[in-house]
């Protein structure tokens, strides 16, 4: 069994490793916007009380945006 890359060009496989990096991308925005848009879902029902809840609502959203990633440029 051959991997399906083998039979790609070096510019096809430069295009899918963007269109996977844009994907991947756009998958955790829109997991970030639905963090926040269930905070406000909870504070419209008196769920979310206090500056430290919206807080931590706001670091899981910062989280799945990779905000916090440490990335080793050394390679």
Known sequence: M???TDELTDKQKEQVWDFIVFTVKEI???IALDIEFTYD???Q???AKGR???????????IARG???K????N
């Open 41 to 43: 879902v909870w504070a």
């Open 28 to 30: 955790r925005e829109q």
């Open 45 to 47: 029902h008196g769920k």
């Open 2 to 4: 051959t991997n399906w």
């Open 52 to 62: 430290k809840m919206k807080k931590a609502f706001e670091t899981c959203a910062d």
């Open 71 to 74: 990335i080793d440029k050394t």
């Open 67 to 69: 905000l916090n990633e």
